[in-house]
């Protein structure tokens, strides 16, 4: 029996069903990229990017950035810097001070549970009529011609 829990969506990212999944806040976890990929529902190219981009079958794009959710304390304490749940990405925890390792994360004297994957953001569609056309200038996108 497949059950799935609600979960949050957010306004900024659109609704994604490929495979049963709902990316609400820019999150994927490993596991379920690479079922995505092996399946044949998203198509990864590695860039000089972090990450890379990720194309949908949908025809939806985005770019990608190595990430993590923070579960939740591992010694079941209080969370003193207020990041269960919290998506971030790695270079962000890096930036922090905080130490990875292949199930966690350890952020000052808190260690947490947390699940790698990446973070997607979306791009904008592109085609070849905007290719074509010319690039819009600084002072084109200020004035909003």
Do not use: K
């Amino acid at each position: 029996m497949n059950t799935q829990r609600p979960i949050r969506q957010s306004s900024t990212y659109p609704r994604v069903d490929a495979g049963g999944a709902v990316l609400g806040d820019g999150f994927i976890a490993d596991a379920q990229l690479d079922e995505w990929l092996r399946n044949g529902l998203a198509d990864r190219e590695v860039t000089n990017r972090d990450g890379g981009l990720l194309q949908l079958s949908d025809g939806a794009r985005f770019s990608l950035v190595d990430g993590l959710r923070i579960l939740g304390r591992r010694d079941g304490d209080s969370d003193p810097y207020g990041l269960t749940g919290r998506v971030m990405s790695l270079r962000s925890v890096l930036r922090r001070g905080g130490l990875l390792s292949s199930d966690g994360v350890r952020i000052g004297p808190a260690i947490y549970d947390a699940a790698f994957g990446v973070l997607l953001t979306p791009l904008p569609a592109s085609s070849q009529a905007d290719d074509e056309e010319s690039p819009v200038t600084l002072r084109q996108s200020a004035t909003g011609v």
